[in-house]
Structures are given as C-alpha cells and as structure tokens.
C-alpha cells in the first residue's frame, strides 16, 4: 500500500516546515547567547537523574563494528518482562515513525473523518508536533477520562506526564484502550519516565498478556539511567506492526556502542536497585532544604512532583521568565514553560551548591522582592 493512499484520507498534506518545540538541556544554546558563564551553571534544565548509570571504559571495537541488537534485545527482555519490538534511536525516534506508519499500512479507520489526535495540554510537546506534521488535526484533553466519550483515531498517554507529574490509573488506561479497539483506533502510552516507579508501568500491568493492536508502548533509558546522549529507545506493541515499523526505523538505527552500554546497564541489578533508593533519599534532602525557597523564590506551592523533577505552576507566563531569569543570575538554570518552570531533582552533592544559590538570590533585591 502506498503512502500516497493513505495521504488522501487526511485533510492536509504533511508540513515539514513547521518550528520545532523547544526543549531542556540546551545549555550549549545558553552558552552562545550570554559566554561562557552558563558553563558553569547548575544545569537543572533536563529531567535526566543527576546521578546516572556510571559509563565503563569502551573497548575501541564497538566504533568499528556493525551494530547488532541481539545482546540488547535480550537484557531488554530481561529487564522490562517483555521482549521489544523494536529498538530506535531513542523514544523520539519511534515517536516520528508512528504517523507514517499508520498512514502507509493503511491502518486508519475511514469514519475517523478528522484523524484527531488528543495529546495533553500540557506535556512533551514532540507527540503533538510529530503528528501536526503529517497532516493530523491535534485536539488536547485535559483529564484522560474525557477521552472516553470522545471519537479520536490516536491519544496520547504520557506515563507519569512531564512536567506535571500526572499519572493515570491503571483501571483508566484499560478502559481507553478498549475504547480505542472500539473506535478502531490507536493509543500511544509513553513511559519515558515510568523506569523510576516501575509499578506504574503498562508493561507490568500486562504482564504476560499480548498487547492490543490498538496500543504502543514507548520505553526510554534517557531520564532514569541518565543515558539521554546513548539515544536508545524501546516500542512495544502487537506482532503485527513490527516488521513496518523496523523497515522505517532501518537497519541501524542505534550505534553499537549505545546498543552495548544499554545491555550492559539493563543488567546492572545492583545499581538499579541502589539508584531507586538513592531517588528517594535525594527527593527528601530536596523537599527539607531547598523547597521552601523555591516555594518563596516562585510565590507558589501549586507543584507536581515526580521522582527525578519537581514542576512549580506560576501565576503567569510573565511571572516565570522572571524568575527563570533571576535563577540565571545566580548560576542556576531550570526548564522555562508557558507558565511553569521545572526543576530536575539535583544530585546528592548538588544540593549545597543549589541552597546556596538560592539563599543569595532571596538576599538580593529582585529575591526580597519576590519573597
């Protein structure tokens, strides 16, 4: 089936000229537009774990050799329950591939007229702008539970959400994808962040079940191994869209150094287990010591909180680039949004450097100011 077929069901042609969203972790863009002082910021802009995975030395074969997904598929299985489908350059990669996809093969339900795809209001901003391009109308949800009385040919499930932290039931998750069999359409349950409260995962939940037609299941080791530059990402989902989607991820979509490191992390018991209890230890030291500043410093306590980022919600969009700006002026930089800024849970030995940043932009006039 061509993708010129499917293109006639849509009723816009895709726009692959679109702005991209903007996203954390750009310090790089910082240090071109204020020097070479945003280098030694405390980066809190990604929510990536402060304390990642520790990278082994790399035996220099891993750059020659081809890539092979085998090793990684099997610590992968080990690791989530469940054997991937398919392995991307990370979640985002796998993210892009689904549109064309569902066009190409044909898989869109003809009553479906407008081809909506919800996504929430507020949440990771590439699910919306990877559909809008390929001629999608985007409509946005703001509880999941709407979206049961609604006729849509995708939603967009983010598992805990970021950056507000939102999690959804596993009673709702259920309920949507019977919904989505029912309508003859999709649901994309991205579990980015799932890796830190496991128990929230689909994955687990299903356990031993086959995965409905309807559903996809994205899985990253970006934010709870830290490995966000490896970009590795993992697709769960029914027999039948593995081989469309592997032929457009293509044969190598992951370097073999990536592919080793990731296997060699997935079996690394020890620290995972270490690393969750270290999460819990460090979000106490945050909650003490610095957030009753930050609670000052942004005149808000309406905040979300997750186990690598704490998201506050301002009073404005005016509001938080305020803040955001005067958090520069003490070396510290978080993730500015429409209204929100988000902070990602420092390491252990980031939390002095961190309260006492913030104690002396509570003692400057813009601090007192603000308090």
């Avoid at 790089?28 to 774990?49: F, I, K, M, T």
């Avoid at 996809?101 to 702008?129: C, D, S, W």
């Avoid at 970006?222 to 032929?247: S, T």
């Amino acid at each position: 089936m061509s993708v010129g077929l499917g293109f006639s069901k849509l009723e816009n042609l895709p726009n692959l000229e679109s702005l991209p969203p903007k996203h954390g972790g750009d310090l790089a863009y910082w240090q071109r537009r204020v020097g070479n002082e945003a280098l030694n910021w405390l980066d809190l802009s990604s929510a990536c774990n402060r304390e990642p995975w520790p990278i082994p030395e790399m035996v220099p074969a891993l750059w020659m050799d081809l890539p092979d997904q085998a090793d990684l598929l099997e610590e992968a299985e080990r690791y989530f329950g469940r054997r991937p489908n398919a392995i991307g350059a990370g979640s985002q990669h796998i993210i892009e591939a689904l549109p064309p996809m569902l066009i190409a093969t044909n898989a869109l339900t003809p009553n479906l007229t407008k081809h909506t795809v919800f996504v929430p209001r507020i949440g990771y901003q590439e699910h919306a702008f990877a559909w809008k391009k390929w001629g999608f109308e985007i409509a946005y949800y703001d509880a999941l539970e709407d979206l049961l009385d609604q006729k849509w040919a995708v939603a967009v499930v983010i598992q805990p959400n970021n950056p507000t932290g939102e999690v959804a039931s596993a009673e709702v998750l259920s309920l949507l994808i019977a919904h989505a069999e029912q309508l003859g359409a999709n649901i994309v349950v991205d579990e980015a962040f799932v890796d830190a409260c496991p128990e929230l995962s689909l994955l687990d939940t299903l356990k031993g079940e086959s995965l409905s037609e309807s559903l996809f299941v994205l899985r990253s080791v970006g934010k709870f191994f830290g490995l966000a530059g490896a970009r590795v990402g993992f697709a769960f989902c029914a027999d039948k869209w593995q081989i469309p989607l592997k032929n457009l991820l293509g044969p190598w979509p992951v370097a073999t150094p990536s592919l080793h490191l990731v296997a060699l992390a997935f079996a690394d018991k020890a620290w995972q287990s270490s690393a969750l209890q270290r999460l819990k230890v460090r979000q106490a030291a945050f909650e003490e010591r610095v957030m009753p500043k930050f609670n000052t410093i942004f005149d808000s306590q309406d905040r979300a909180s997750n186990p690598l980022f704490v998201t506050w919600f301002l009073e404005s969009e005016a509001h938080a680039k305020q803040v955001f700006d005067m958090l520069h002026q003490v070396g510290v930089h978080t993730r500015l949004g429409e209204g929100w800024i988000r902070v990602a849970l420092p390491a252990l030995n980031e939390m002095d450097a961190l309260n006492s940043a913030l104690i002396r932009l509570l003692k400057t006039a813009g601090g007192r100011e603000l308090a």
